[in-house]
């Protein structure tokens, strides 16, 4: 039984590999309702701060639907020693692997000292305690550190100068009798700890530059954000009227150069010296989303090859829209959004 079981596991998986792969869903396209980001403000806190929790949830149907939040603390799964904070929300999914310990919610109910309830609403606040680290219980679970063991001085300053711990938050969107769910961590640190180690600051000034390809335009390094909040400068940005048969691309303007450094903390070489500082260049992400088939990439990078292209089809619909969220690799998010209307050529 057992190798009749695993021959025909391995002719699924054969098949999924060479008939399958081409037919599963491009992460860009958005044709139900998705979480795409969850952004904090501010990206980084620190004990005593009001962090203001927004989600990006988009619904081609433009249902009714409920935002329910909750946050908790849970040891790392092999993010806790790099710096800054990490979100592993993206559509819904919440990253972890097979040691998984459940949503805030699940925590919450459950008992958990370190996990509540925040509220409802398409935005919400949390209040990071105060006294969070009067003790050093919060690195201990944070880290998944035994209770026994005694932290330094030293080294509570390293961690909460350059990691900090990061406060999960869970995001459920119940719509149309379905939950979904979203997971965003915030980092809290005292980032005085260490002076040459600022603050970390969501993605500022990111918008995009939009032409025809066949136009071969040389797009400018920096352009002015519109200020609605939507996408694109330019001159087809002006009325956002696109053709069908026609390739645009799309060139991510502000970039800083060089990206500001921040300090990470390492495990170090030897036992004399168990973690390392090092300081590491940020980066920007950018993940691209649409409500109809174009896009050529899912996700750019913006120290590689930043621009992205959207060709439209010549039976694509009459009306789209299109996002681009920003990430810069460390709990830092932003995006934008745009309507776009689609004519012959």
Known sequence: ?????????????????????????????????????????????EPGDTVTLTALVVDPENRARTLRWATCLV????????????????????????????????????????AYELGEGESITLDVPADLFDTDAALKVAYGLPDEIELASELQTLFLGISGVNLTVSLRVEVDGRTIEATKRVNVGVPSLLPDNPRNANPGDATYHVAREIDEVEPPMTGEAPADGSCFTGHVADDLVLKRGVRYVMTPQNIPAPQPTYAALLPGTSTDEPFQVVYQEENWYFAWFATQKGLEKDASKGSAVPENTFFVAEDAPDSGQLWVVVRDGRGGTTWCASQFSVEDQ
Do not use: H, K
């Open 1 to 45: 039984m057992r190798i009749r079981a695993t021959a025909l596991a391995l002719t699924l998986i054969a098949g999924l590999l060479t008939g399958c792969v081409e037919d599963l869903p491009r992460p860009s396209l958005v044709d139900d309702v998705r979480i795409l980001a969850v952004a904090s403000d501010p990206a980084e806190a």
């Open 75 to 114: 040891p790392e799964q092999g993010f806790g020693f790099f710096g800054g904070s990490s979100e592993t929300s993206s559509s819904g999914g919440n990253g972890y692997g097979l040691d998984d310990p459940g949503s805030c919610f699940d925590l919450a109910e459950a008992g958990d000292p370190w």
